[in-house]
């Protein structure tokens, strides 16, 4: 039974719900409307006694209250919303992000704390203590980059993400007592960062649109295609998959047992609770409409949080800790019983069924690189044909899971793989047995893990090698031999033999191997000898920093420099950079036209307000004409300044991307020195120093 309800009349954007105590001691609901503007409702204020006090307050600040509820007017989408404490002030702060600015407001005060623009955007944020600083940070998830402010708005921390950082969490992930930055992004990776260095990091199936830490170095995360799962100290316990989409995720002890579970609510409206442990569903409960957010407050001021559970019309139900209670649908009972009753039935049809000496013969299965793709072989044992294969693959498949179902049984059977990026895969096969016309099979499970690199495939030297492919490329030093570079490779990449270093002759102790990308046809070429000397030859950026991660990893190496050409990418940064300098002129332009517009418009509706107390109807039809014509100029111009933002966003991402090269080309210091150049030449507007940064590092 829910501990209280109440109904907002007012509609909550997904996603966009926080909670704060902004007096210190009374807990509030915030929440973003699709107009932009910021709501926070308090059911414990008490409004001011003086009326004339309360009206000089309404005409001097920007919230109004009316009621319970009062109203932040911001002017522009609102992409992110979170409350916390920057300063030493028991009262919590509300922080506000949009696609060009962060507001750090003083809700009770009624004052700004810091307005402060982000280049990058706020497309997620958080409140919380890093290991590596002194104080309490506002994190600030943007376009391919995350920034870190104080309580004065001043950037104490920078550094380069893959994509748009659409989740931010602070949690101890190594556990050493201290805070570590955990962040999700638009091209499916989640990072563990510690100030310059990247302490594990993973490939999901795509976007991860929230990550909330939990107690013993968990944490859950939600993936924007349906999937929600936990994972500790890096290694994930458990997830699940549903055709409705993910809204919010909180950790909460729904069954008063001292324990915590994972709470989900979804846009279908379900808020269940889940396990930590193994991801059983413990509770449900179905409210009217989408969930737009989950929070935890003390609505009721019994000094015990509740949870508060809020659809997206505008419903807010509290639940204590202990009385939420499932109640089973009319008949579940009943089908799940009947579904345990087939199940047993088919078990026992299945155990009484003849003893077949040849389903015991094991099923042949094989990797190789071929024709375009890497392929999974398989073989079926004397007697026995293949009726079905189901073949499970995060990032390879739509739908992450593959059914080969030939028309015919078969003997063999053989099945594409074309994972989109350079990542590890484990394949989970599952594959039906049996004779040519039978309903009994023997099902089988193998498991196989594709390498990091199996959409490249080796191939002889070309007989003629592009200049373009010549110029280009990555040279850096290994203190290795060219056996354990051979070891790697043999790891990496599927191979019908092993490769080997020869020990004798004129080939002895170099190795140098050519690759063909099955994505894209590219040549790529990769040489190590005995004197630590290796380079990569690729047109590729993006490539060459995968290989150079994954060998830093393999060999252990904590530092490594080197000395990159990619003439495309560095002609398209500069280009970038010099768009993004006319961008920002174009924009400061369009600002001050919109001021002047904006303030003629107000002029014109004192001049009509006149007329039409002076029942002048010629001057009201003339400034009506006027204020159409301007508000035209107005729209057209808003589209404008819409438009250019939308291409400086472009903009800055290509940069950041390239950024990001520039930082994977090297390990270590040499990679963070990287960044801080590459970050500084961007300020600067400097193509020259950036160029070096990604030569040079």
Request: aromatic share 6%; net charge negative; with cysteine.
């Amino acid at each position: 039974m829910a501990a209280f309800s109440l109904n907002l009349q007012r509609k909550f954007e997904p996603a966009l719900v926080s909670c704060g105590k902004f007096d210190g001691s009374h807990a509030c609901l915030v929440f973003a409307t699709s107009a932009g503007n910021i709501v926070v409702h308090s059911p414990h204020r008490q409004p001011p006694t003086d009326i004339t006090e309360s009206h000089h307050e309404n005409l001097e600040k920007r919230l109004e209250w009316n009621g319970e509820i009062a109203e932040l007017q911001i002017g522009r989408q609102v992409m992110s919303l979170c409350t916390g404490r920057l300063t030493e002030d028991e009262r919590d702060i509300l922080l506000i992000g949009t696609v060009t600015h962060v507001l750090a407001y003083q809700v009770e005060d009624n004052t700004d704390l810091f307005y402060k623009e982000v280049s990058d955007g706020a497309f997620s944020m958080t409140i919380g203590k890093l290991s590596w600083l002194p104080n309490q940070v506002a994190i600030i998830g943007g376009n391919c980059s995350i920034t870190v402010l104080d309580s004065e708005g001043n950037e104490v921390y920078w550094t380069v993400m893959g994509d748009i950082v659409r989740s931010i969490a602070v949690l101890d992930f190594d556990g050493d007592g201290e805070n570590e930055l955990l962040a999700g992004t638009e091209d499916c990776e989640i990072k563990a960062l510690k100030e310059d260095s990247v302490l594990w990091e993973t490939k999901e199936t795509g976007p991860v649109t929230a990550l909330v830490p939990l107690p013993g170095r968990q944490f859950a995360y939600v993936v924007a295609n349906g999937i929600v799962g936990i994972y500790e100290r890096g290694q994930r316990l458990w997830r699940i998959k549903s055709k409705h989409k993910v809204i919010s995720v909180r950790s909460y002890d729904v069954n008063g047992d001292g324990t915590n579970e994972l709470v989900t609510g979804w846009s279908s409206g379900k808020v269940d609770a889940r396990s930590c442990i193994n991801g059983d569903v413990l509770f449900k409960i179905q409210m009217t409409a989408g969930i737009a957010g989950l929070v935890e407050a003390d609505y009721r001021r019994t000094g015990i949080p509740d949870l508060v559970i809020v659809s997206i019309a505008g419903e807010v139900r509290g639940y204590a800790s202990g009385s939420i209670v499932e109640t089973p649908e009319p008949g579940e009972l009943m089908r799940k019983l009947l579904a345990r009753r087939q199940t047993l039935l088919t078990e026992m049809r299945h155990r009484g069924a003849p003893f077949q000496s040849h389903l015991t013969t094991k099923l042949l299965t094989s990797l190789f690189a071929g024709r375009g793709a890497a392929r999974l072989a398989l073989a079926s044992g004397p007697g026995l044909l293949i009726h079905c294969a189901i073949v499970f693959a995060e990032g390879v498949f739509d739908g992450e899971t593959l059914v080969a179902h030939p028309r015919r049984p078969v003997g063999e059977l053989e099945i594409e793989l074309r994972p989109s990026k350079n990542s590890v895969v484990d394949l989970h096969v599952k594959v039906c047995l049996g004779t040519d016309n039978t309903d009994l099979f023997q099902v089988i499970e193998v498991m196989h893990q594709l390498p990091r690199f199996c959409m490249y495939e080796i191939i002889p030297k070309p007989a003629t090698v592009s200049e373009e492919l010549r110029s280009c490329g990555v040279i850096f030093e290994i203190v290795e031999r060219p056996q354990r570079v051979a070891l790697w490779l043999n790891q990496s990449l599927l191979l019908s033999e092993e490769l080997e270093v020869d020990e004798d002759g004129p080939g002895a102790r170099f190795i140098e191997v050519w690759l063909r990308g099955m994505r894209d046809n590219k040549i790529h070429c990769l040489r190590a000898s005995a004197d630590g000397r290796a380079s990569i030859q690729s047109e590729d950026p993006s490539f060459a920093g995968d290989i150079i991660q994954s060998l830093a990893m393999y060999l252990g190496i904590q530092e490594l420099t080197s000395e990159a050409r990619f003439p495309s990418e560095e002609r398209k940064l500069s280009t970038a950079l010099e768009r993004v300098k006319g961008l920002r002129e174009v924009e400061a332009r369009l600002q001050a036209d919109a001021a002047g517009g904006s303030t003629l418009l107000k002029n014109l509706v004192i001049r009509f307000e006149d007329a039409r107390i002076l029942e002048d109807v010629e001057g009201m039809r003339k400034r009506l004409h006027q204020l159409k014509t301007i508000n035209s100029d107005l729209m057209r111009e808003h589209e404008i300044r819409m438009n250019s933002s939308k291409e400086l966003s472009a903009t800055l991402k290509e940069l950041n991307v390239g950024v990001r090269y520039a930082a994977r080309l090297r390990v270590g210091r040499a990679s963070t020195n990287a960044v801080a150049r590459c970050r500084t030449a961007i300020q600067d507007e400097d193509s020259k120093a950036l160029i070096l940064a990604l030569q040079n590092g």
